[in-house]
């Protein structure tokens, strides 16, 4: 089984930068495709980012396309989420998620193709 555990969140002013990371133990996550989602107070989980297995590509939601990056490094069994020019409407609690064994990366945007998740890291941007 693997666990992943999310760092890297905190307070930071609009236009600020922050970067994410989600470390897994126990069993490996490198050959399965990873995700971001996010989800403010009183709203459902929502999309951010996912990265390929190999790393080699990316698919990002539209309303942080050109400002965050995500990436990973699999000898190092670690994702990353690169944030920059932040907005309040970033805040919310950030999770990693591991994609099911089963599932394509044409689901890579819905949550129900994710089935190992983070507690999650809480990123506040403020105005």
């Known amino acids: 089984q693997v666990h992943l555990l999310e760092s890297g969140g905190g307070l930071v002013q609009a236009g600020g930068s922050l970067r994410l990371s989600c470390a897994a133990s126990?069993?490996?996550?490198?050959?399965?495709?990873m995700a971001w989602f996010r989800q403010a107070p009183g709203k459902e989980r929502e999309f951010v980012a996912a990265?390929?297995?190999?790393?080699?590509?990316?698919y990002y939601a539209d309303s942080v396309k050109g400002r965050l990056t995500i990436s990973r490094d699999n000898a190092k069994d670690t994702l990353y989420l690169q944030m920059n020019s932040l907005k309040p409407e970033d805040t919310a609690v950030y999770h990693c998620?591991?994609?099911?064994?089963?599932?394509?990366?044409?689901?890579?945007?819905?949550?129900?193709?994710?089935?190992?998740w983070g507690q999650g890291t809480q990123v506040t941007v403020s105005s």
């Open positions: 990265i390929s297995w190999g790393g080699g590509i990316t």
């Open positions: 998620a591991r994609m099911g064994a089963g599932e394509k990366w044409s689901g890579r945007g819905d949550k129900r193709s994710y089935d190992t």
């Open positions: 126990g069993r490996t996550a490198s050959n399965y495709h």
